[in-house]
């Protein structure tokens, strides 16, 4: 492998050391969606409306235009005999895996699931009708991303779950991902994918019937499309390209480290950080990506990706190395230092998920544990979470005053009101006291 990796590896006795931190996390963050105001940004608000104007038609010219397959709008939806046959045609090892993973996720969604738990006179829980999951059509296969967010919808009470995964895999949805659809019981299936696909489920159309939220990953296209919907419609986050923080000292094994990092850098966006105070395990490091990645299939896409949004960074203190992964808020952070990583992990705040220890690789939380792997990125776990059960219900508040308790309070809100200078609100207030 030719030295062009060499330029990832930084370090803190560099001078502009900082500088280049702060353009990495730029990249990283700006890696999601279009700028609204750019030219695709454009492009995708008027794929939008041109949903909203000509409904299925419209999603049929862009579904040929972008998949390059032709559907009338009546073949959008996968029959139920199609999902019969996938389902009938999955391996059945494979078979016993997915059904132990959906017990995984759906057990932990259920431990952690609020709305029915809350005894509170004053809050009802309800969960959220009809909800869109959008499911990339990558070269392979997603069958996890059906699980980690259908599953937690279907413990919430979602009655209602629609599917959108574009027509790339012979002018269809590749067939596992049917096969689990089906494994979950979820019939309502499309093949588009695409802005057109979210605009879709955010407006209705006659063939596709509206949604109230939508959930998923996907390309740059398809987070634009829910930043743009997003009032319409809920929406889970602006999911950006998948993200590993590896913190490690001198007590990691590189060849792991490495391992690791690729395991991200392969989505190709995908980044993928090693922060450490240690100048050897760095440079260790460094020399495991090389080796390592000349054996992947898609070596070359990987390489690219890493000098793009790769990173290894060498801090003077695991305290520096702490901070820092806090500044960067990203999606997967992993523990690796040895005994000492539990203790490490109770300082990071700012994490998708947090894989603490040697034995807890990224890929034990994207198919397995339990918590969903659709996670904040972009640095956006400053400010929001992995997606729930939780997050397919919505709270409303109840209020209810008899007579005696609305005299006993009516003098203060009528004062409130009147510093407002809202004189019906205490109005409102008034003609409940006259007798």
Same mark, same amino acid.
């Given at each position: 492998?030719?030295?062009?990796?060499?330029?990832?590896?930084?370090?803190?006795? &560099?001078?502009?050391?900082?500088?280049?931190?702060?353009?990495?996390?730029?990249?990283?963050? $700006?890696?999601?969606?279009?700028?609204?105001?750019?030219? $695709?940004?454009?492009?995708?608000?008027?794929?939008?409306?041109?949903?909203?104007?000509?409904?299925?038609?419209?999603?049929?010219?862009?579904?040929?235009?972008?998949?390059?397959?032709?559907?009338?709008?009546?073949?959008?939806?996968?029959?139920?005999?199609?999902?019969?046959?996938?389902?009938?045609?999955?391996?059945?090892?494979?078979?016993?895996?997915?059904?132990?993973?959906?017990?995984?996720?759906?057990?932990?969604?259920?431990?952690?699931?609020?709305?029915?738990?809350?005894?509170?006179?004053?809050?009802?829980?309800?969960?959220?009708?009809?909800?869109?999951?959008?499911?990339?059509?990558?070269?392979?296969?997603?069958?996890?991303?059906?699980?980690?967010?259908?599953?937690?919808?279907?413990?919430?009470?979602?009655? &209602?779950?629609?599917?959108?995964?574009?027509?790339?895999?012979?002018?269809?949805?590749?067939?596992?991902?049917?096969?689990?659809?089906?494994?979950?019981?979820?019939?309502?299936?499309?093949?588009?994918?695409?802005?057109?696909?979210? !605009?879709?489920?955010?407006?209705?159309?006659?063939?596709?019937?509206?949604? =109230?939220?939508?959930?998923?990953?996907?390309?740059?296209?398809?987070?634009?499309?829910?930043?743009?919907?997003?009032?319409?419609?809920?929406?889970?986050?602006?999911?950006?390209?998948?993200?590993?923080?590896?913190?490690?000292?001198?007590?990691?094994?590189?060849?792991?480290?490495?391992? =690791?990092?690729?395991?991200?850098?392969?989505?190709?966006?995908?980044?993928?950080?090693?922060?450490?105070?240690?100048?050897?395990? !760095?440079?260790?490091?460094?020399?495991?990506?090389?080796?390592?990645?000349?054996?992947?299939?898609?070596?070359? $896409?990987?390489? &690219?990706?890493?000098?793009?949004?790769?990173?290894?960074?060498?801090?003077?203190?695991?305290?520096?190395?702490?901070?820092?992964?806090?500044?960067?808020?990203?999606?997967?952070?992993?523990?690796?230092?040895?005994?000492?990583?539990?203790?490490?992990?109770?300082?990071?705040?700012?994490?998708?998920?947090?894989?603490?220890?040697?034995?807890?690789?990224?890929?034990?939380?994207?198919?397995?544990?339990?918590?969903?792997?659709?996670?904040?990125?972009?640095?956006? !776990?400053?400010?929001?979470?992995?997606?729930?059960?939780?997050?397919?219900?919505?709270?409303?508040?109840?209020? $209810?005053?008899?007579?005696?308790?609305?005299?006993?309070?009516?003098?203060?809100?009528?004062?409130?009101?009147? !510093? &407002?200078?809202?004189?019906?609100?205490?109005?409102?207030?008034?003609?409940?006291?006259?007798?």
């Amino acid at each position: 492998m030719p030295p062009e990796l060499d330029k990832i590896l930084i370090s803190y006795k &560099e001078p502009n050391f900082n500088k280049k931190l702060i353009e990495l996390r730029s990249k990283v963050s $700006e890696a999601a969606t279009f700028n609204l105001r750019s030219q $695709e940004g454009v492009k995708v608000a008027s794929i939008i409306e041109d949903v909203r104007a000509r409904g299925d038609e419209a999603v049929a010219e862009y579904t040929e235009k972008f998949d390059g397959i032709k559907l009338a709008p009546e073949q959008f939806r996968i029959s139920e005999g199609d999902l019969e046959k996938a389902h009938k045609q999955i391996d059945e090892n494979f078979l016993k895996s997915l059904r132990q993973a959906i017990e995984n996720v759906r057990k932990y969604q259920q431990e952690i699931f609020i709305g029915d738990k809350n005894n509170h006179p004053g809050i009802k829980y309800t969960p959220i009708k009809r909800v869109g999951i959008c499911v990339p059509g990558a070269s392979a296969p997603l069958p996890s991303t059906v699980i980690m967010t259908a599953v937690p919808a279907q413990v919430a009470g979602v009655k &209602e779950i629609v599917v959108v995964s574009p027509p790339r895999y012979k002018g269809s949805i590749h067939p596992v991902i049917l096969a689990v659809c089906k494994e979950l019981g979820i019939y309502e299936v499309y093949r588009i994918g695409g802005a057109q696909a979210v !605009a879709a489920l955010t407006v209705g159309t006659r063939k596709i019937k509206r949604v =109230d939220k939508i959930v998923g990953p996907g390309n740059q296209w398809v987070q634009s499309a829910k930043k743009e919907v997003f009032g319409s419609v809920g929406i889970d986050s602006i999911a950006g390209p998948s993200e590993i923080l590896i913190t490690a000292n001198e007590k990691a094994n590189p060849a792991w480290v490495a391992a =690791d990092m690729l395991s991200q850098a392969e989505h190709a966006p995908g980044s993928a950080l090693l922060f450490t105070d240690s100048q050897s395990l !760095a440079e260790n490091v460094l020399e495991e990506l090389k080796k390592q990645v000349e054996q992947l299939d898609r070596a070359k $896409e990987t390489v &690219e990706c890493l000098k793009k949004y790769g990173g290894i960074a060498v801090f003077k203190t695991i305290n520096d190395v702490v901070y820092e992964a806090n500044n960067f808020a990203s999606e997967h952070v992993q523990i690796q230092c040895g005994d000492e990583s539990r203790k490490i992990a109770e300082k990071i705040e700012n994490a998708g998920a947090i894989f603490i220890g040697d034995y807890s690789p990224v890929a034990v939380g994207d198919y397995w544990a339990g918590p969903s792997h659709t996670l904040p990125t972009g640095g956006s !776990a400053r400010f929001s979470s992995a997606l729930t059960s939780n997050d397919f219900i919505k709270s409303t508040s109840i209020i $209810e005053y008899d007579r005696k308790k609305l005299a006993e309070s009516a003098e203060d809100i009528i004062r409130l009101a009147q !510093a &407002e200078g809202l004189d019906a609100h205490a109005k409102s207030v008034k003609i409940r006291q006259e007798k």
